[in-house]
T-cell receptor
Framework: AQSVAQPEDQVNVAEGNPLTVKCTYS??????LFWYVQYPNRGLQFLLK??????LVKGSYGFEAEFNKSQTSFHLKKPSALVSDSALYFC???????????FGTGTRLLVSP | SAVISQKPSRDICQRGTSLTIQCQVD?????MFWYRQQPGQSLTLIAT?????????ESGFVIDKFPISRPNLTFSTLTVSNMSPEDSSIYLC??????????????FGQGTRLTVV
């Protein structure tokens, strides 16, 4: 069975500071990991994914994420937060060979000016 | 990538009635997925819709409550039947273009915000 944990309901950070949104996963076999962002009254937008290769993946809007196999984590990071980054962030996992995408509970990011 | 048009974007419905949500994709896709996002919660997969076959429902979801049509490779509908206030949620359709490889990212429609009164 696949599962994703996002331990923080909300992350608060000041504009210009680095941000981290945490994600851990559980899956049988190789994981395919994804981050999505949801702005109010909008659908989900794809940010980045880890499939294989380099553990540090770069995505849209300056976001990056680091895959750590030993810690089964895939934390989302950004060196310098913007107020416009304030949104709801979802981590998701799919086991290799399967179609079902399992989402975490989401983390609300609030960037203050 | 894929562009997904989902409608209606929102609706307020009376309990006991049904609402059909439409999802149109700008390219042909094998599978279309329907999710529910209850207020303040994560996304839960309702069912997977393949063209030409019955939809596959996840545990806790049944065809009588959420009938799905998939008449061609670019279109699907989800009906929420005999609605109650507990059905108030955002409903999203999703596709994974480029085939059925599991390493492909999913794309989502804008969602349908349903309120049942």
């Amino acid at each position: 069975a696949q599962s994703v944990a996002q331990p923080e309901d909300q992350v608060n950070v000041a504009e210009g500071n680095p941000l981290t949104v945490k994600c851990t996963y559980s899956v049988s076999g190789n994981p395919y990991l994804f981050w999505y962002v949801q702005y109010p009254n909008r659908g989900l937008q794809f940010l980045l994914k880890y499939i294989t290769g380099d553990n540090l993946v770069k995505g849209s809007y300056g976001f990056e994420a680091e895959f750590n196999k030993s810690q089964t984590s895939f934390h989302l990071k950004k060196p310098s937060a913007l107020v416009s980054d304030s949104a709801l962030y979802f981590c998701a996992v799919r086991a290799a060979g399967f179609q079902k995408l399992v989402f975490g509970t989401g983390t609300r990011l609030l960037v203050s000016p | 990538s894929a562009v997904i048009s989902q409608k209606p974007s929102r609706d307020i419905c009376q309990r006991g009635t049904s609402l059909t949500i439409q999802c149109q994709v700008d390219s042909q896709v094998t599978m279309m997925f329907w999710y529910r996002q209850q207020p303040g919660q994560s996304l839960t997969l309702i069912a997977t819709a393949n063209q030409g076959s019955e939809a596959t429902y996840e545990s806790g979801f049944v065809i009588d409550k959420f009938p799905i049509s998939r008449p061609n490779l670019t279109f699907s509908t989800l009906t929420v039947s005999n609605m109650s206030p507990e059905d108030s949620s955002i409903y999203l359709c999703s596709v994974t273009p480029g085939g059925s490889t599991s390493n492909t990212e999913a794309f989502f429609g804008q969602g349908t915000r349903l309120t049942v009164v």
